[in-house]
């Protein structure tokens, strides 16, 4: 009956229960049976298997059409709510047990996934290594000598050993992204305010968001169009916003990395290797890499742990820190108590310092799409990190930690193994609401690697792919003529903040003609009639903002106008057509394919 074991991406399950070599009543039946035996201290409570079972006949009974993750299963950090499952933040004295499940938690159970149960952390969210928990330390999937990562510890492992297909931790310093790349996975922190924080239990509440852990990165834009929507019951949430420029599909973009004496290994050789390859691997995609300055970056770091900001630690679970303080474990008492020292005259002067060194950060985002950074310089051993639990706790949030005091929304991407082993990660990062082109391009690199997923040895799946809606408030147009890069007319598409995606042709049903009239002569691009001969025509698909469409139309002459266009991926764009009574004494030059060709034998004439 385990067969199926360890789990991999959602297609592939979704696939067994299509094909009905499995159902959510044996699969759950085989999950529990072999997670019982938890020697890496990656769950604090599993469901019974009554309870896992009344969750799978509910699936069984609504279908797989009505639950877009029917039967799929998942982890919840535990400082999630689950409906009478106890929460405890990983502090048993805190425990209590809820009356309703976290607003993302129910939002997937209506989904059709199937909560397994709750996960190790680092107490109240509190450490990016996990090992600070009464009830264990959580072991790397890869190396048991190893830390996993923090302080969403277990639901990345859970993960990584393919025991359930994703999970949700939290993410304050980089709780979302530290414990995905140290056990070979994706990590999705969202835009602030996307995921709805009822039912969390916060650490920093101004900074906090749920987030994701999965196989791949389409894996995680599955979840998120499930798990997303505005909740008025929120101060925090806010509605998801077009995200501009899609870097992530584009053929050239640019990527931001910091200065070679701004990067920080701690040592580590094979980081350093690893990163260098990463480079090349984005410059592969499309990318042009551009040196930028990251001590505005470093300066919004520091501020989480140097400044007024451990105090919202204290405020988060004051009433229970004041009675019960011997209850928490060290080094996360010492560092909540440490914020009794903070005072309202600190937390002003905190907000006017980071809203300076934010001004200096965002202003590189006029130059660069995404940065691209490691998710951390280096990995330790457990023994290592509770010899000198502060300082390197503090190296491992060394390009994590300014984010959320940032705005930014982020994707952690496997990115290759240390020579030991051990596995690598590389984050991309955006301002907020640019989501869906980071997880795109995620996509993209996770497709030039190839690794396997997580600590299962299962191969990436070649047919991974996108369905999730886009949300970009961006218009694709392919052009054919002297609106072609470095023509007359492309300054009317980047003026208008246009970017060039991709380079290409037409599907095999179109003519081109060169207009009677000029100089300069004008193309005409026109579908031919079922029957007729067409050919393959050179275009650029472009992109720009939505609200630049209708000027730009306003600017076609006939007979020129904006018609669909269908492109050799079989893709359906918007694009420069022509109407057909204006051929009749125009110059067929389909055979050239293309208008430079024409340009070119003109000027060679």
């Not at 789990?7 to 592939?12: H, R």
């Not at 996934?113 to 450490?127: E, H, R, S």
């Not at 414990?179 to 999705?188: D, E, R, S, V, W």
């Not at 705005?407 to 290759?416: E, L, M, R, T």
């Amino acid at each position: 009956m385990d067969n199926f074991l360890p789990l991999g991406d959602i297609p592939s399950l979704l696939q067994r229960y299509a094909t009905k070599t499995l159902t959510p009543t044996h699969m759950v039946e085989a999950l529990h049976d072999s997670i019982q035996n938890d020697e890496n201290a990656i769950w604090i409570s599993i469901l019974p298997l009554a309870a896992l079972k009344s969750y799978a006949r509910n699936v069984e009974v609504l279908g797989m059409e009505a639950l877009p993750l029917y039967g799929v299963p998942f982890a919840i950090k535990d400082n999630i709510d689950l409906v009478d499952v106890p929460t405890t933040a990983a502090c048993p004295a805190f425990g209590y047990l809820p009356a309703r499940s976290a607003t993302v938690v129910q939002r997937l159970i209506d989904a059709g996934a199937i909560p397994v149960g709750k996960t190790n952390l680092d107490q109240f969210a509190t450490g990016l290594n996990g090992t600070r928990s009464p009830y264990g330390v959580c072991r790397n999937a890869f190396d048991p000598a190893y830390i996993s990562g923090g302080s969403s510890s277990g639901s990345a492992v859970a993960v990584a050993q393919g025991q359930v297909c994703f999970s949700l931790g939290t993410d304050t310093a980089g709780s979302g992204r530290v414990p995905a790349a140290f056990n070979n996975l994706i990590g999705y922190k969202p835009t602030k305010g996307w995921f709805s924080s009822i039912g969390m239990v916060s650490a920093c509440r101004s900074l906090d968001t749920i987030s994701i852990f999965t196989h791949t990165a389409t894996d995680a834009a599955r979840i998120l169009e499930v798990a997303a929507g505005f909740e008025q019951e929120d101060s925090y949430s806010r509605d998801r916003e077009g995200h501009g420029f899609d870097f992530g599909n584009a053929a050239h973009f640019r990527v931001g990395i910091p200065r070679p004496q701004q990067l920080n290994f701690f040592g580590n050789h094979d980081s350093e290797r690893l990163f260098k390859e990463a480079i090349a691997q984005i410059e592969a995609l499309g990318g042009e890499i551009i040196d930028i300055d990251f001590e505005p970056f470093l300066q919004a770091a520091r501020l989480l742990y140097e400044g007024p900001w451990v105090a919202e630690r204290y405020a988060a679970i004051q009433p229970f820190f004041d009675r019960h303080d011997n209850q928490v474990i060290s080094p996360v008492r010492e560092i909540i108590a440490s914020a009794k020292q903070h005072t309202a005259v600190d937390a002003f002067n905190g907000f006017y310092q980071l809203r300076d060194i934010a001004r200096q950060a965002n202003q590189v985002w006029a130059m660069i799409d995404c940065l691209l950074t490691p998710t951390a310089g280096t990995i330790y051993t457990i023994q290592a990190l509770q010899h000198d639990p502060i300082r390197l706790n503090t190296n491992l949030g060394y390009y994590t930690n300014f984010m959320n005091l940032l705005d930014y929304s982020a994707v952690a991407v496997p990115a290759g193994f240390q020579q030991d082993g051990l596995p690598f990660g590389i984050t991309l990062v955006a301002p907020a609401h640019q989501d869906e082109p980071l997880l795109h391009l995620a996509h993209r690199l996770q497709q030039a690697y190839s690794l396997p997923l997580g600590a299962t040895g299962i191969p990436f799946p070649a047919t991974a792919h996108f369905s999730a809606a886009s949300h970009s408030g961006q218009v694709r147009i392919a052009v054919c003529g002297a609106h072609l890069s470095g023509l007359p007319l492309n300054g009317q598409l980047t003026s208008r903040h246009g970017r060039l995606i991709a380079s290409t042709t037409t599907s095999p049903e179109y003519r081109l003609y060169a207009l009677p009239g000029g100089p300069p002569r004008r193309p005409g691009l026109i579908r031919v009639y079922p029957g007729q001969v067409g050919c393959a025509i050179e275009v650029e698909v472009w992109e720009l903002p939505l609200r630049e469409l209708g000027s730009l139309i306003a600017s076609i002459p006939a007979p020129l106008g904006i018609g669909t266009l269908s492109l050799a991926s079989g893709e359906t764009v918007q694009g420069f057509l022509c109407e057909h009574h204006a051929i009749g004494a125009a110059e067929d030059i389909s055979h050239l394919g293309g208008w430079r060709n024409y340009l070119r034998q003109q000027r060679d004439t």
